[in-house]
């Protein structure tokens, strides 16, 4: 997994300044043609690093396009570009039938009757119909 562009960017920064400053400072002032190598590599790895990662965010960048983001083809979806216009067209559809039912007058519902139905079922038992039915099934 590659490093996040953050961390590179960074890095890159570092890299450019510490390889920079020892280039220019420490490899000019003391004429010493190791350490100008050493920092002029530095900065050469820093500013790699830099446009690295500047060509990573770049090309994460998402242009602005018509239809569905998760759909279409360029944004790194599963998706064929058969299948993502087929998905779209689908969408488009439903989207339309649901437009034109809400045009559509909705039929009301028939209202509840004012009075529940009748009662089918017997009533249950009274209370010492029960108590008695147990007393008799525990004796047995």
């Known amino acids: 997994m590659p490093p996040p562009r953050s961390m590179l960017l ?6 450019m300044t510490a ?10 002032a003391q004429q010493s043609a190791p350490l100008f ?19 990573m965010a770049m090309k994460n960048l998402q242009v602005a396009v018509p239809g569905h983001s998760l759909l279409h083809p360029r944004t790194g979806t599963p998706f064929s570009p058969q299948q993502a216009l ?9 989207r339309r ?3 034109e039912d809400s045009v559509r007058s909705v039929e ?31 004796r047995l």
């Open 86 to 94: 087929a998905i779209q067209r689908r969408l488009d559809r439903i």
């Open 97 to 99: 039938e649901m437009s």
């Open 10 to 15: 960074c890095l890159g920064i570092v890299l």
């Open 108 to 138: 009301p519902e028939p209202p509840l009757p004012s009075t529940p139905p009748p009662w089918t079922m017997e009533p249950p038992p009274s209370y010492d119909t029960v108590m008695k039915s147990q007393e008799h099934s525990e």
């Open 19 to 28: 390889g920079g400053g020892m280039a220019l400072g420490v490899g000019l």
């Open 37 to 55: 190598a050493l920092g002029l590599f530095l900065a050469m790895g820093g500013v790699a690093l830099l446009v690295s990662a500047i060509c």
